[in-house]
């Protein structure tokens, strides 16, 4: 995956650091079109965060056409009942969303 070269790597690492109930916070406000081979990598690694103890994903987007893809992907994952997606103005929302 050329556009992400160190994506499994970075995850890898803070998979490793993570305990039982952790959140993500993810900003793909600034990602328009999502290639077919980050989408796929994506899936697994949402498979991956649920199977390590994630238990919400706050999602932060400028595009519908973003949304579309990553949900799409969410579906596949099983994370669509731990996602919720935000607007790129929404991020203290999301930040609150992730607390409560």
Not at 23 to 46: F, G, H, M, R, T
Not at 62 to 87: L, Y
């Amino acid at each position: 995956m050329s556009v992400v070269p160190d994506f499994h790597s970075d995850w890898d690492k803070a998979r490793k650091h993570a305990r039982p109930g952790w959140k993500i916070l993810s900003d793909a406000s600034e990602c328009k079109a999502i290639p077919s081979d980050v989408n796929s990598e994506k899936i697994k690694n949402q498979e991956k965060a649920i199977e390590s103890g994630c238990t919400k994903i706050a999602l932060v987007v400028n595009s519908a056409i973003t949304t579309i893809s990553i949900m799409r992907g969410t579906q596949e994952s099983g994370a669509e009942d731990r996602m919720k997606v935000f607007g790129s103005t929404e991020i203290e929302d999301a930040k609150q969303w992730l607390k409560s």
